[in-house]
Nanobody, 120 residues
Framework: QVQLVESGGGLVQPGGSLKLSCVASGFQFADYHMGWYRQAPGKERELVATIDDISYRTNYADSVKGRFTIWRDNVERAVYLQMASLRPQDTAVYYC?????????????WGQGTQVTVSP
């Protein structure tokens, strides 16, 4: 049974920090690119950050570059997102994502999401 379980969301003031965690089970974690996406009310889901399976190459949305950091631990089967200098526009549900890297069009999985609210 595939699971991506996110945690770490919450309410934080502007300028604050949060660390999101996503623990995976039920699939070969090391064979998957991992990422974080977010969806704000009334908006489409958008990419926040991704990290490759082998090279650990990272990619960030322009809106979070320099403020967010993604990393993964293949032993712990986890991916993390450290968010700093948070802004009200970062408010969204944040989703963990896994994309099979060994073939085009391979399996992908989503977590259930964790709410991040940035407000005074």
């Amino acid at each position: 049974q595939v699971q991506l379980v996110e945690s770490g969301g919450g309410l934080v003031q502007p300028g604050g920090s949060l660390k999101l965690s996503c623990v995976a089970s039920g699939f070969q974690f090391a064979d998957y690119h991992m990422g974080w996406y977010r969806q704000a009310p009334g908006k489409e889901r958008e990419l926040v950050a991704t990290i490759d399976d082998i090279s650990y190459r990272t990619n960030y949305a322009d809106s979070v570059k320099g403020r967010f950091t993604i990393w993964r631990d293949n032993v712990e089967r986890a991916v993390y997102l450290q968010m700093a200098s948070l802004r009200p526009q970062d408010t969204a549900v944040y989703y963990c994502h896994a994309q099979y890297s060994r073939a085009i069009g391979g399996a992908q999985y989503w977590g259930q999401g964790t709410q991040v609210t940035v407000s005074p």
